[in-house]
C-alpha cells in the first residue's frame, strides 16, 4: 500500500525539484542562446563565464556578506561590462562587416572561443584554487504536503523566469530590442533601418553575458558548495543541450528546454541514479538534432 | 545514344509555400533549352530538384526513363547531370585549378589519377578563358570570374546535361556578347545539352532552341523563342496586365 | 604551362621519416626520464594527427574526440585484464572498437553541421563516463587497474608504428583524390556535392581513421599508466589538448600536428612541475589568438608568409 504513494511522492518531488532546477538551468541556457541567436557565436567558454558569476555571488558574500539574490544583478552588471569587453575584443574582428555568419567563421569563433575557456578555467584555477567552495545561505523551506521545498530553490527558479520574460519584453518591445532582433535575423536590413550593427552585436554579446553570469550566481544557491574553477565544462554541456532542445535563437525555447532537462535529470536520479541520469540527459540531444532540428518547440 | 531528362509532374513545397505546381519538360544532350520566368517563379526550385539537392514532393524525374529524383545530388552527377549555383560557391581556399580538378576527379568522369585529372582541369580552364587565374586562390576571383569558375566545373564533371542557373546575370552588354560567344563555343566542341535559366531574356532567346515560361511555378509557355514571347501569358508574367492588354 | 605538383616525397616527409627513424634507432640508449617525455609526446602526436583526419581535413570540430581515446582504453583494459591479453594484442583491440564506434557515431552525428556536430560530439564522452561509473564489468567507478610493470621500450615501439602507421595514411588521404575530394567538403559541403563527392561516405571514411587511432593512442595511454580510470579516460581536456595541437599547428596539413604535439606537450611535462594546469593559461590564449589571426596555424602561416618554404612545408 506506501510502496505506490511513495513512489508517486518521490516522483512529484522530482518533478518539483527539477522545474526549480530547469528554471535556472534555462536561464544559464538563455544567456549562451542570447549570443547564439542575435551574435550568431556558440560561446565555448560559457561555461567559465557561468563560473565567474558563481565565484562573483562567492567573494560577494566572503567579503562583504550579499546573499546570492543579491550579488546576482551585481554579476550582471559586470557580465555586461565583460561582454562588451568579449564583443570588441574577440568577436569583432572575426565579424566586422559580415553580412553573414559563415560556417568558416563559426568554426573559428568556435576555436577561439574554446582557447578562451581554457585560459579563463586555468586561470581561476591558480587564482582561487582548485577547492570547492560555497555559500553559507539558507533561506529555509516550504512544507507543501509531504514536501519539503527550498524557498532559496523557489526564490532563484521565480527570479529566473522573470529575468527571461524581461529580456523578451526588451527584445520585442524596445527599439534597441528590436534592432537586436532584426541583426539577428538579416544584417544588411538592420543597417537600413539605421542601425549600427556593431553596436547592435556588442549590445546582445553584453546582454547574453550579463544574462549568464547572473545563472552562475543564482547555481549557487541550488548547489551550495557547487562552486569550483571547472565547473563550467559541466554547465555549458548543459546549456548546449538546453538551447538545441529549445532551438537556437528561440527564446522561451531555453524555458522548455531547461525544464526538460531539469527534469530528467531531477526525476532520472532518483529512479536511475545519478549518471544514467546526466547520461540520459546528455544524450537526449541526438534524437533532438536529427527528428527536430529546429527545436522542441515549432 | 543521346541522353534525355525528362521532369514530369513535378511538384516541390516548402512548407506553406508552393515552389513548383506540377513543371514537366525534357532536355536532350546536344539540345539548348531555355527557363525563363520573374523571380520566384521557381527556376532554381527547379534545377535543385533535378539535381538532386531537393527532393520532389510529388512528380518524377527520369534520365532515359530511369528514376534519379530520390538519388542524392552525388550520384546525380555521376550520371552525367550538373548544375551552377545562382550565387557562385567556389572552394575559397583552392586555387582556380584545384576548384576545376576536384570537379574532374569526382564529376561523371571517375578518373581516380591526380595528374591526369589536372591536365582536364587545365584544358578545361583554357576553354573558359580562366587559364591566366589557375594558380589565384578562388576566394581572389572577380564576381564574374567566380561565375566561369562554375561554368568550368560543370564542363569539368564531364556531364552531358548541364543546368545553368543566371550564368549571365549582372554582365554589361559587352560581357554578356562574350560570354554568349564563348557558350557557343563550348557547346559546339562539347556538345552537351542545357538547361538555361535566365532571369533577363536576351541571352535565353539568343541561345535556346526551345524556351519555356514558368510563373508561380507553373509553366505558362513552351516553344521556339521568338513564338514564346509573344503569348499574352507571358507578356503579362513579364510586365504585368496591363502591358499585355494593350499588346494585343 | 605548369604542371601541378605531381606527388612525390618532399622535405617534409623526409624530416619526418628522419625524426621517427633516429627515434627508434636511439630509443635503446635513451635514459628512462627523456625516453618516457619522447613516449609522451608520440602518444600526443598519435592523437594529434587522429584529430587532423576529422577536424583538419573536413573542418568538423569534433570536441568529444576523447571518446575514442577513453572506449580504446577500456576496451585494451578489458582484455588485458580479464582475458590475460598481451598488451599489444589489446592496442590492436582498442583500434578497432574506436574506429567501430566512430562508425556508429560518425554515422548519426557527421549529418550535423558546424557548431550541431562540436555540440552532439562533445556530449559523447559525457554520457559515455556516466555510463560507465554504473557498469560493474568496467570496474564502475574504480577502473580498471592492472599490474603490468614498467617497459618503456615496449610502450615506444608500440607507439612509434601507430604513429607510423597514421603519418603514412596522412600523406596518402592529403595527396591524393581523397585529399581534394575532402579540401572541397571543408571549402563548401553543398557545392562539393553538386559536383559528384560524396561526402557522407568521405566525412564517415576519415572519422573512422580518426577513431582507429585515437582509440589504439588511448590504448597505449593506459598501457603506461597500467590502467584505466573512468574520469581521466573520458576527461574533456584531452580533446582540448589534441584540438589545440591541430589548430596550433595547421589544420589539415602534414607536419602541423607534429609541430603541434611538441608545443603543446613539451610545456605540459614542464608546467606539471609548477602548477598543474597552469600551462593551459598560456596555450588556452595561443589557441584564441591562432584561431582569430592565423587560422591557418603556424605551418599555414609559415607558407604564407616565407614563399621559400612553400615547397617545403606540407
Ligand atoms: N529553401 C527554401 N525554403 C523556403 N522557401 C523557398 C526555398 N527555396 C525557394 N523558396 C521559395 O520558393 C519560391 C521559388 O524560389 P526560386 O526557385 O529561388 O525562384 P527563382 O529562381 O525563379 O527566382 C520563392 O517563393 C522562394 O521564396
Ligand atoms: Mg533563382
Known sequence: MAEPSAVVAQLIFGIVRGILLGCVFALIAHGLNLIWGIAKVVNVAHGEFIMLGAYGAYFLNLFLGLNPLVSAPIDAALGLAVGLGFYFGFLHRELRGKEAITLQSEMVTLVATFGLSLFIANAANVLFSGNFVGIPWNAGSVELGILQIPLGGIYVAILSVAIIALTQIFLNRTYLGIGIRAYSQDIPATQLMGINPTVVAAIGTGLGFGVTMAGGAFLT????????????????????????LGGPGKMWGSLVGGITLGIIIDVGQIFLGPSIAYAVAFLTLIPVLLFRPEGILR | ????????????DFGGVHALRGVSLSVAEGRIVGLIGPNGSGKTTLLNVIAGVEKPTAGTVTLDGRRIDRLPAHRVVELGIAKTHQIPKPFLGLTTRDNVGVAVLY????????????????????????????????????????????????????????????????????????????FTRLQKEIGFGAL??????????????????????????????????????VIEAYLGREAARAAT | MKLPAIPKLGPTVWGIAAFLVVGAVAAPWIPIYPLTILIGLLVFAALA???????????YVSFGQVVFMGTGAYAWGYVVGTFRWHPIGGVLVGAAVGALLALGLGAVTLRFRGVYFAIATLVMPLAAVDIILVTPALGGGQGIILNLGFEPLSWFYTIWVILAIEIGLTYWVTHGRIGYGLRAIKGDEDAAKTLGIDAARLKLFVFCFSGLFTGAAGAV???????????????????????AMVVIGGMGTLLGPLLGAVVVYIPHTYFLTVVVGAEFIVIGILIAIIALVIPEGIVGALRRHIPALRRILE
Do not use: C
Request: net charge negative; aromatic share 8%.
Open chain 1, 221 to 244: 544557491v541550488l548547489f551550495p558548495t557547487g562552486i569550483y574553477p571547472y565547473m563550467g565544462a559541466l554547465y555549458a554541456p548543459i546549456s548546449f543541450v538546453i538551447v538545441v
Open chain 2, 1 to 12: 545514344m543521346t541522353m534525355v531528362l525528362s521532369v514530369a509532374e513535378v511538384r516541390k
Open chain 2, 107 to 182: 564529376g561523371s568522369r571517375q578518373d581516380r589519377d591526380v595528374a591526369r585529372a589536372f591536365d582536364e582541369a587545365n584544358w578545361v580552364l583554357r576553354l573558359v578563358g580562366l587559364e591566366r587565374h589557375a594558380e589565384t586562390l578562388a576566394a581572389n576571383l572577380t564576381v564574374q570570374d567566380r561565375k566561369r569558375l562554375e561554368l568550368a566545373r560543370v564542363i569539368a564533371t564531364g556531364s552531358r546535361i548541364l543546368l545553368l542557373d543566371e550564368v549571365f546575370a549582372g554582365l554589361s552588354p559587352d560581357e554578356l556578347r562574350e560570354a554568349m560567344g564563348l
Open chain 2, 196 to 233: 538555361v535559366v535566365e532571369h533577363v531574356m536576351r541571352a535565353v532567346l539568343t541561345l535556346s532552341d526551345r524556351v519555356i515560361v514558368i510563373d508561380e511555378g507553373r509553366k505558362i509557355a513552351e516553344g521556339p523563342p521568338q513564338q514564346v514571347v509573344r503569348q499574352p501569358a
Open chain 3, 49 to 59: 594527427y587522429s584529430m587532423n583526419f576529422i577536424t583538419g581535413l573536413t573542418g
Open chain 3, 221 to 243: 595511454n593506459a598501457w603506461t599508466l597500467s590502467g584505466v580510470f573512468p574520469n581521466d579516460a573520458f576527461a574533456l581536456l584531452f580533446s582540448l589538448q589534441m584540438l
